[in-house]
C-alpha cells in the first residue's frame, strides 16, 4: 500500500493537517489532524509502498516502544489510513 500522493500534510500551529488539494472548495470533513507520530510516520511513509511491518519497524527504530505495542499502534494507524481514504493500492 501507499499514501495517496496528491494529499499534502502541513504544520499549521502546533497542529498537523492532511489536506486534499484537489478540492474546488474548502471542505474541513476532507481535512484530518495528525498527532505527532502520526505525522512523522507519514513523512517516512510518503512515496513509498509499504506495510504493517514497515510501520512496526519504524516505531521501534525512533521510539522505545515494544513489539506488541508497535504492532497494535500500526494496525490501527492503517484502520485509520484506510477509513479516512488517503491510501492507495
Do not use: C, H
Not at 499534502?8 to 489532524?33: A, E, H
Not at 513523512?43 to 511491518?53: I, M, P, T, W, Y
Not at 516502544?65 to 488517503?86: H, P, W, Y
Amino acid at each position: 500500500m501507499k499514501l495517496r500522493e496528491d494529499l499534502t500534510l502541513r504544520k499549521i500551529g502546533n497542529d498537523y493537517m492532511i489536506v486534499d488539494p484537489g478540492q474546488d472548495m474548502v471542505d474541513m470533513s476532507k481535512v484530518y489532524t495528525l498527532n505527532e507520530t502520526a505525522a512523522w510516520l507519514w513523512g517516512q511513509l510518503v512515496g513509498k509502498d509499504f506495510n504493517a511491518e514497515t510501520i512496526v519497524e519504524l516505531l521501534l527504530e525512533y521510539y522505545d516502544v515494544d513489539k506488541e505495542t508497535a504492532s497494535t499502534d500500526a494496525q490501527n494507524l492503517i484502520e485509520v489510513f484506510t477509513k479516512q481514504g488517503v491510501l492507495q493500492d
